[in-house]
């Protein structure tokens, strides 16, 4: 959660998140309030701030995800390691697979943090309880109550934000942010000159096999455990 007061980003994990947060810094007029890395919203929910968040497709968020593991970084290779896993990540995709299917097994999400396993794992996959997790005031507990896809759309119904980025398009969608609901709030053409020649951020290196390449099996369970993302966001990839 980066918030400036009149706007707040919500910053979901390994969709461009950094470098939505450095062109905000950079060129938004008024002042950061406060930063929380990937925090959710509860009582500081301000009524009539303009709440946007950004969303990139799932199965390259969890290659992106899967790349920094394999560096021995993040919450969840820490876990799986503790759990005496490490063997799952290996640069190759036979092991990407399987790690894969490893998290988005539901009996596993003890490894993927408290709050993931504490809400319906069969239902939605980690991308997508994470994206939902900072869609909500008080996302957590309106999570829990939720077993079925149709009451998980209903409530996706009252989400906090009315604007979503997407990390393919994420340079054109900040752009037209800037022509509307930042425009009162940067310099438009310095904002946007800024959004054409900046470098990406955090950027994984590149594995030595192609995300189309997955077999049928990984990509038939990737779109059941993260069905919500796909049908919302991405239906070509269904």
């Given at each position: 959660m980066d918030d400036f007061g009149r706007i707040v980003y919500l910053d979901v994990e390994k969709t461009g998140s950094s470098f939505i947060s450095n062109f905000l810094q950079e060129n938004l007029t008024c002042q950061r309030v406060k930063k929380v890395k990937h925090g959710r919203i509860g009582r500081n929910f301000k009524e009539g701030s303009f709440y946007f968040i950004s969303v990139r497709n799932?199965?390259?968020?969890?290659?992106?995800?899967?790349?920094?593991?394999?560096?021995?970084?993040?919450?969840?290779?820490?876990?799986?390691?503790?759990?005496?896993?490490?063997?799952?990540?290996?640069?190759?995709?036979?092991?990407?697979?399987?790690?894969?299917?490893?998290?988005?097994?539901?009996?596993?999400?003890?490894?993927?943090?408290?709050?993931?396993?504490?809400?319906?794992?069969?239902?939605?996959?980690?991308?997508?309880?994470?994206?939902?997790?900072?869609?909500?005031?008080?996302?957590?507990?309106?999570?829990?109550?939720?077993?079925?896809?149709?009451?998980?759309c209903g409530l996706y119904e009252k989400r906090i934000h009315s604007q979503v980025?997407?990390?393919?398009?994420?340079?054109?969608?900040?752009?037209?942010?800037?022509?509307t609901h930042l425009s009162s709030f940067v310099d438009t053409e310095s904002a946007k000159r800024y959004l054409e020649k900046s470098p990406p951020i955090n950027r994984s290196p590149k594995l030595d096999f192609d995300i189309e390449s997955i077999d049928e099996e990984t990509m038939s369970l990737v779109r059941r455990k993260e069905r919500f993302l796909l049908e919302q966001f991405y239906p070509e990839a269904l």
């Open positions: 799932p199965l390259s968020q969890y290659l992106s995800l899967y790349h920094y593991g394999c560096e021995g970084k993040g919450e969840i290779y820490d876990s799986i390691k503790k759990s005496g896993y490490s063997q799952l990540y290996q640069p190759n995709k036979e092991s990407f697979q399987h790690w894969l299917q490893f998290v988005l097994c539901a009996k596993n999400a003890a490894n993927l943090g408290p709050d993931y396993r504490a809400v319906d794992t069969e239902l939605m996959g980690l991308q997508t309880f994470r994206f939902l997790a900072l869609s909500f005031q008080n996302a957590l507990k309106k999570l829990k109550a939720v077993h079925d896809y149709p009451t998980l980025v997407r990390n393919e398009s994420l340079r054109v969608d900040m752009k037209n942010l800037v022509d």
